[in-house]
């Protein structure tokens, strides 16, 4: 009986490995959606409240920033300093989950395309505190990252214009789906239009 039990769900775990990458993440997000019919009004405001910090923690880790994850919810939660970190640092999370707060209530209130104005201040948010002299402003000097092949130059500050108004052409054109989610933020990082803050923005 166990066997017969099993059977709907090895096949349907066969079929899932057979799927694109684009494909999986489509079926996951059908599966969430089903399960979130089933949950009661309010049941995942918490787990939203922890995911949300969790966000801020690792996007702002990402870039070298020194708070665990508890001093980042003990930050944002109790407004407490963290003794010995740098308050860089503690901006750096305030900052980041307000620009966070701000992407998600536009997507809640409008079906519009992002455009260039968005982006631009959402790097204003992402830096308001901690860089405020660069916030929501293009590159002024050469940005690059040394990789294990080598520097890599990112476009050149005159590049920048151009290359955001195509960034935002094509982000406006795309279809809303999985593969322009994880598409966009690697076109944005590639351009590196901000002298700080492009991963957290992307």
């Known amino acids: 009986m166990y066997e017969m039990l099993a059977q709907p769900e090895a096949r349907r775990a066969s079929e899932v ?75 750096e999370a305030v900052d980041h989950a307000r620009a966070l707060n701000w992407v998600l209530e536009i997507a809640a209130q409008r079906d519009t395309a992002i455009i260039e104005a968005d982006i631009r201040n959402l790097h204003h948010l992402v830096v308001a505190t901690s860089k405020p002299g660069i916030a929501g402003r293009y590159a002024d000097s050469a940005r690059y990252v040394n990789t294990d092949a080598g520097v890599h130059d990112f476009p050149t500050p005159t590049e920048v214009p151009a290359l955001m108004e195509a960034f935002c052409r094509w982000l406006g054109a795309a279809r809303n789906r999985p593969q322009t989610a994880f598409e966009a933020p690697r076109r944005l990082v590639g351009i590196h239009p901000f002298n700080d803050g492009n991963g957290r923005t992307a």
């Not at 999986?24 to 399960?35: H, I, T």
């Open 17 to 91: 490995r057979k799927m694109t990458p684009a494909g999986r993440v489509f079926a996951k997000k059908r599966e969430l959606d089903a399960l979130r019919k089933k949950v009661r009004p309010g049941a995942l405001d918490s787990l939203e409240h922890t995911q949300r910090i969790d966000i801020t923690y690792t996007s702002n880790a990402i870039e070298g920033n020194t708070l665990t994850a508890g001093e980042t919810a003990l930050v944002l939660e109790k407004g407490i300093t963290i003794s010995g970190k740098p308050l860089k640092d503690h901006l």
